[in-house]
């Protein structure tokens, strides 16, 4: 049996399903919920949800089925509702409520961020909530932990071999014997040879040193830069679902706790 993580368009009665197992959780689809922004919440409770469908069936393709189909399905009511169509499904009315305020929050939205930073569409539409970036940031991150290591093995098979010499050459042929007192007059006419001791280099092994905590250092900063960078895009989200006041507040409240803890870590 096909699982409906596979399955590009679910059967009716699954989808049903979906709307009757969401419709007792307003936090997953009514922006002005009083824990609308506990992204936390909200993905345990696609998780359960998705896994009372599936089990195979992931929070992530649960969530999207729910926003495109409860659009889907607002846009039919809203038509059999324009043509006076007295079979409309009352128990699907809620849908058609929470489409239109969506679309008009959107609407209020994009006239007061005119001048601000762009916005995704997409990413309204499809519901993305920032535990979704959470995962793509710890897959990332273990991409960065396999990155460091092929760098460090790059520096490794760079760093420049010390040369040392392991041959001693050839050895001269024994000398006939002459007799005992010829031997020692040899022996003490020959001057001992030494063979030159090539020094460690110990330049080379510093700029090894260097060259892996400089790419450590590029590393941590990459990593710190992409976890801000999703943290923001996480935070642009939620500010997305809030109206003009309660955006001010948020940003307010905000910028007062970044601004208490660069203080402590000052002082």
Same mark, same amino acid.
């Given at each position: 049996?096909?699982?409906?993580?596979?399955?590009?368009?679910? /059967?009716?009665?699954?989808?049903?399903?979906?709307?009757?197992?969401?419709?007792?959780?307003?936090? *997953?689809? &009514?922006?002005?919920?009083?824990?609308?922004? #506990?992204?936390?919440?909200?993905?345990?409770?696609?998780?359960?949800?998705?896994? @009372?469908?599936?089990?195979?069936?992931?929070?992530?393709?649960?969530?999207?089925?729910?926003?495109?189909?409860?659009?889907?399905?607002?846009?039919?009511?809203?038509?059999?509702? $324009? *043509?006076?169509?007295?079979?409309?499904?009352?128990?699907?009315?809620?849908?058609? &409520? !929470?489409?239109?305020?969506?679309?008009?929050?959107?609407?209020?939205?994009?006239?007061?961020?005119?001048? $601000? +930073?762009?916005?995704?569409?997409?990413?309204?539409?499809?519901?993305?909530?920032?535990?979704?970036?959470?995962?793509?940031?710890? %897959? =990332?991150?273990?991409?960065?932990?396999?990155?460091? $290591?092929?760098?460090?093995?790059?520096?490794?098979? !760079?760093? /420049? %071999?010390?040369?040392?010499?392991?041959?001693?050459?050839?050895?001269?042929?024994?000398?006939?014997?002459?007799?005992?007192?010829?031997?020692?007059?040899? !022996?003490?006419?020959?001057?001992?040879?030494?063979? /030159?001791?090539? /020094?460690?280099? #110990? #330049? =080379?092994?510093?700029?090894?040193?260097?060259?892996?905590? +400089?790419?450590? !250092?590029?590393?941590?900063?990459?990593?710190?830069?992409?976890?801000?960078?999703?943290?923001?895009?996480?935070?642009?989200?939620?500010?997305?679902?809030?109206?003009?006041?309660?955006?001010?507040?948020?940003?307010?409240?905000?910028? +007062?706790?970044?601004?208490?803890?660069? @203080? @402590?870590? @000052? +002082?």
């Amino acid at each position: 049996m096909t699982s409906l993580e596979d399955l590009r368009e679910w /059967p009716q009665p699954t989808v049903m399903k979906l709307f009757e197992l969401v419709k007792p959780h307003p936090i *997953l689809y &009514d922006c002005t919920h009083e824990h609308w922004t #506990n992204t936390v919440e909200k993905g345990r409770i696609w998780t359960r949800i998705a896994k @009372q469908l599936d089990p195979y069936l992931t929070s992530k393709k649960c969530r999207d089925r729910f926003q495109s189909n409860k659009k889907r399905y607002a846009t039919e009511i809203r038509k059999q509702i $324009g *043509l006076g169509d007295e079979n409309v499904n009352l128990d699907l009315k809620w849908l058609l &409520d !929470q489409y239109d305020e969506e679309k008009e929050n959107h609407s209020s939205l994009m006239e007061t961020l005119k001048a $601000g +930073s762009p916005i995704d569409d997409h990413d309204v539409e499809n519901g993305m909530h920032p535990h979704e970036s959470d995962e793509e940031a710890a %897959a =990332s991150a273990n991409d960065h932990t396999t990155a460091t $290591g092929s760098t460090i093995m790059n520096l490794i098979s !760079q760093m /420049p %071999a010390t040369e040392t010499d392991s041959s001693d050459g050839e050895r001269p042929s024994k000398r006939k014997r002459k007799d005992s007192t010829s031997e020692k007059l040899e !022996q003490a006419s020959e001057q001992p040879e030494f063979k /030159p001791i090539i /020094p460690f280099n #110990n #330049n =080379s092994f510093i700029e090894f040193l260097a060259s892996l905590q +400089s790419a450590e !250092q590029q590393q941590q900063q990459k990593q710190v830069e992409e976890e801000c960078n999703i943290f923001g895009r996480q935070v642009e989200i939620d500010l997305r679902r809030l109206n003009t006041v309660n955006r001010t507040k948020a940003r307010l409240a905000i910028t +007062s706790v970044l601004s208490d803890l660069y @203080q @402590q870590q @000052q +002082s």
